[in-house]
């Protein structure tokens, strides 16, 4: 009787994992967008990511550093109990929210009581946010961009 449970267990395993590797899932599914590697291939304009970086370094690099490395003590709060700002370069949170996020973000400041990201808006164009982004988005590595694409961009 085991045997015979195990068995019938393992079929519809089998079946099971047959059934699913033909849906939408699967990585063919960005085969368009994907190198050998199957990760999504980024289509930046290369001025676009050279105004970004002006745009950061003109602004941003005294809190975020000079290459979005940030401080190593990041996800310590200060004295204040409020965070120092993370990193940018794809070793922190960034890419865990969407473009639309980050671009709020930027533009409404961080959440009040959590950090002392100041509010961009009015200061920088929204040309100038949407540059930015781009950038920081170039400095992540290939695995850390292939995850923020998979769930923000083909999500839309």
Known sequence: MMQTLLLII????????????STDNSPAKFSF????????????????????????RANCVGCHGQNGEATPDWRKPNEDG???????????????????????????????????????EGKLTEQQVDDVIVWIKSLWPDDVYDVWYKNFETQQ
């Open 10 to 21: 393992g079929v519809v395993l089998v079946l099971g994992c047959e059934d699913t590797a």
């Open 82 to 120: 409020r965070y120092p700002p993370p990193p940018l370069n794809g070793t922190a949170h960034t890419w865990h929210h969407s473009t639309e996020v980050l671009k709020k973000t930027i533009l409404k400041g961080g959440p009040p009581g959590f950090g002392a990201m100041p509010a961009w």
């Open 33 to 56: 967008f994907s190198n050998e590697e199957g990760l999504a291939v980024r289509n930046f304009d290369p001025a676009q990511i050279e105004r970004g970086e002006k745009v950061y």
